[in-house]
């Protein structure tokens, strides 16, 4: 099958999918973006993703972008690599909600955070930041008590959730005022060491961030 995977590193949000093709076992071509020239913003790509933003992907002629909806599609055109659990299975439901609770949730509050690091000291700045330490530290409590159970969020194992979850939660780490937080949970601090082992994700080097 003809797939190609636009990307600016393999550390960006690109990295999702192609952890999620070599959990599948789905060969692809990369294509790798030329941020010096900002190429992701150039025409040529524009036709791919109007939005000038990595991701995006061709798959048997047709494209999509945001990285969210290329691993759903993935994970269920590939339905038998078993990143997802059927439509009709009773762990649907859940792995649904994950799915979206990394793009809507873990990966919103990265956009908050980068918002809030630009916005001066002051009254603003304090209630934006007691808003995001608290949407924070629910979400991370939630996730350290789900995973003092299971190894991953699904009990039958791991899934293109875990992709989507523990990549936005790893960046959203990098920051120290995130970092505390975490640091406090270890379940959650388990579940982020253990899914960088996995022999994909080293694959893809998705977590390979400049320090
Ligand atoms: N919601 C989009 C966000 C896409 C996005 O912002 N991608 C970043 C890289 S992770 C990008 O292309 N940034 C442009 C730049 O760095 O100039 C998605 O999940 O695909």
């Not at 030329?34 to 791919?48: M, S």
């Not at 059927?86 to 799915?99: C, D, H, I, K, T």
């Not at 995130?178 to 082992?197: G, S, T």
């Amino acid at each position: 099958m003809n797939i190609t995977l636009y990307g600016l590193t393999a550390y960006d949000r690109s990295g999702k999918a192609r952890w999620l093709l070599n959990e599948l076992g789905i060969e692809h071509a990369d294509y790798w973006l030329d941020r010096e020239t900002r190429e992701h913003e150039g025409e040529a790509f524009l036709k791919i993703n109007p939005l000038g933003r990595s991701p995006a992907m061709q798959i048997e002629g047709k494209t999509i972008f945001e990285s969210g909806a290329i691993c759903a599609y993935l994970a269920d055109r590939f339905i038998e690599g078993k990143m997802a659990p059927a439509l009709s299975s009773p762990e649907r439901l859940e792995y649904q909600q994950w799915m979206y609770f990394a793009a809507a949730t873990v990966d919103s509050l990265v956009g908050r955070i980068m918002i809030i690091e630009d916005i001066p000291p002051g009254e603003v700045f304090q209630a934006k930041e007691a808003a995001f330490t608290s949407e924070l530290t629910d979400a991370c409590e939630l996730l350290n008590d789900k995973l003092s159970k299971n190894d991953y969020l699904l009990a039958s194992g791991f899934s293109a959730a875990d992709i989507c979850v523990s990549y936005h939660l790893y960046v959203l780490n990098l920051w120290p005022e995130v970092k505390v937080i975490v640091d406090r949970l270890p379940h959650l601090i388990a579940y982020l060491e253990r899914v960088q082992k996995r022999p994909a994700a080293e694959k893809s080097k998705v977590f390979s961030f400049p320090t």
